[in-house]
């Protein structure tokens, strides 16, 4: 009757319920703290508060969007980047030294694609904030990071980098030409166009955009352009395009991102202005905000045009967004060997899971969730106009590509380069399905 009377309140009443109720309570706060339902330590949130306050500054404008991101418009010369011990005298480029329209071979070749291509190509999507309002010049906009972001990391102080893995899985990935053998990193799946061989200072693409499934709060699906240097366990990278990434973002909305490692995301480098590194310059494109509109499966191409390159007299590293939007740069005081150039560039897609590689596997999409299909309405992820720059002037498509898919019975690829004038990349996948169970 005991236990029957502590479940049931027979025999202790209202008040002795209430009395254990408190005592619970009182247990649970001198434990932690209840924060949106959640109980979190009160050292996390120390530390998570203590984050907050390196990473924010004081806004000049302040602007509510449609999505629920709060863009603040804040002084350029008071953005975080300026805490990183490499840059606290740093003086900003606010312009790369050379013109990177004049790239083209010739403006009448690329006027006549254009116009041959104009019914059918896919068009440069925008950011969700800009509906609401703009920033001023002078200013740099700034997605504000919440509280429950940084509480919901694994760590404070990981929070925006991406999980590094020191492991190598089983699975053996084969190159295309079956002459060269990777082998996966643990817990990452990627399916992907590569060239390497040559010194190279830039690269190119137009990324198709899409909302992929991602199935847990820690997975992400990311798809981008990457100049890498370095081994695979200790490579030094900048990365841009678009991700659904719910542990850094807080949802699953498509958003625009750059990011940067110098360790193979061990101990450096983070998304966008979460840590200190990247300066941007432009008071039109936050980083890690939300994109519209979002390509569907049969339905209108939407894309960003990504182009990532070193400045010849600076050698800082550019983002140039649509063609027109010089973002910002990473300075070359942040690398090593990326101070120099990239050793080879990838396009395509990575997820993470702690389920890839394993049964049951991640749910997780890649690109549009679609198996690679080179259709004239493709329902996969695609990017065209694959480009990069070398030491000699101008983008040119690569001299060698392969592609490499690290699981693909989850996530394949389809380099498509016969019977088109520019060779196109397609890639993605559902994850888990009947072949990858």
Known sequence: MVGRGLFCGEGIGIRGIMVILLGVTVTLIRCGVLVEGKLFSKQKILEAERQLNQLRRPAVKIIQSEDGDIIDCIDIYKQPAFDHPALRNHTIQMAPTYDTTKETKTKKKMDRWKKRNEEQS??????????????????????????????????????????????????????????TVYLQRANHSKAILFTEGYRYNGAKG???????????????????????????????????????????????????????????????GCFDLTCPG??????????????HPISVPHGLPYQIIVYIYKDPVTSNWWV?????????????????????????????????????????????????????????????????????????????????VNTLMDEFNCYDVKYLSDYVEDPEFYYGGPGRNYMCP
């Not at 906009?141 to 694994?154: M, T």
């Not at 549009?368 to 040119?396: D, Q, Y």
């Open 122 to 179: 896919p068009i440069t999507v925008k950011q969700t904030w800009h509906k609401s309002g703009s920033c001023p010049q002078g200013t740099i906009p700034v997605r504000r990071i919440q509280k429950k972001e940084l509480l919901r990391a694994s760590s404070v102080k990981d929070y925006g980098r991406k999980k590094h893995s020191s492991t190598l899985s089983r699975h053996v990935s084969q190159l295309s030409d079956n002459k």
């Open 206 to 268: 137009d990324v198709k955009v899409y909302n992929p499934a991602v199935e847990l709060d820690d997975e992400y699906s990311t798809s981008q352009v990457s100049l890498i240097n370095g081994a695979y366990y200790d490579f030094e990278s900048v990365e841009s395009g678009w991700a659904v990434n719910p542990s850094v973002y807080g949802d699953r909305q498509t958003r625009f991102f750059v990011y940067w490692t110098v360790d193979g995301s061990q101990k450096t």
């Open 278 to 291: 990247f300066v941007q310059t432009s008071h039109e494109i936050a980083l890690g905000a939300a994109i």
């Open 320 to 400: 140039q967004y649509g063609e027109r939007i010089n973002i910002g740069y990473w300075p070359p005081e942040l690398f090593v060997l990326l101070s120099y150039h990239a050793t080879s560039v990838e396009w395509g897609g990575e997820v993470y899971s702690s389920r890839v590689g394993t049964t049951p596997h991640t749910r997780t999409d890649m690109g549009s969730g679609h198996f690679a299909e080179s259709s004239v309405w493709g329902t996969s992820g695609v990017i065209k106009r694959i480009r990069v720059h070398e030491n000699s002037p101008g983008l040119k498509f690569p001299d060698i």
